[in-house]
């Protein structure tokens, strides 16, 4: 399951590139930070991998190494 976290500051960006990229799965507004708190969010894009059991196994994935992260952890 994928789900997409946006700052507040980039909710309308964000909502217009949902539509326009067709995006599939859900995006959420962090309003109140707590995502970014406690992810230690320190860009955007950045990228975490939780388990099936809600386990952060991979922590501020490089964008071009999420697919890789991804196939691996499918192995």
Do not use: W
Not at 52 to 58: F, I, P, Y
């Amino acid at each position: 399951v994928f789900i997409g976290v946006c700052h507040p500051q980039g909710g309308e960006k964000m909502a217009d590139t949902v539509k326009t990229k067709g995006i599939q799965y859900p995006v959420c507004l962090d309003t109140e930070g707590a995502t970014r708190k406690a992810y230690k969010v320190n860009g955007y894009p950045d990228y975490y991998i939780l388990n099936s059991t809600g386990k952060l196994v991979v922590a501020d994935c490089a964008n071009r190494s999420v697919e890789d992260a991804i196939k691996a952890l499918l192995k």
